[in-house]
Nanobody, 129 residues
Framework: QVQLVESGGGLVQAGDSLRLSCAAS????????MGWFRQAPGKERDFVAS????????YYADSVKARFTIARDNAKNTVFLEMDNLKPEDTASYYC??????????????????????WGQGTQVTVSS
């Protein structure tokens, strides 16, 4: 049974930083592209960042480029999202995602396909102005 468990969310002020973690189990972690999505109330779940199986290649949504950094530790089955210079518009539930095929802002089919992609339960990030 695949489990993705996020942690690290919280309430911060604009300009602050947070580091999200996602611990994966029940899968061969190094075989999966990993990433993060976010969903604000009343809005769709949007791509934030992803990282290749080896960690060499990363992708970011335009809205978070130069502020967020994704990384992974294959020895610890964990993926991270370092978020700097947070803005109120970053407020959302953040979801960890895993998929056998790479996914980007333009192509998220792999993670949205049942049995091929997996989701965590989410962690809330709230940024006050």
């Amino acid at each position: 049974q695949v489990q993705l468990v996020e942690s690290g969310g919280g309430l911060v002020q604009a300009g602050d930083s947070l580091r999200l973690s996602c611990a994966a189990s029940g899968l061969t972690f190094s075989n999966y592209a990993m990433g993060w999505f976010r969903q604000a109330p009343g809005k769709e779940r949007d791509f934030v960042a992803s990282i290749s199986r080896t960690g060499i290649t990363t992708y970011y949504a335009d809205s978070v480029k130069a502020r967020f950094t994704i990384a992974r530790d294959n020895a610890k089955n964990t993926v991270f999202l370092e978020m700097d210079n947070l803005k109120p518009e970053d407020t959302a539930s953040y979801y960890c995602a895993a998929a056998l095929r790479p996914f980007t802002a333009a192509q998220t089919m792999s993670v949205r396909t049942p049995g091929e992609g997996y989701w965590g339960q989410g962690t809330q990030v709230t940024v006050s102005s």
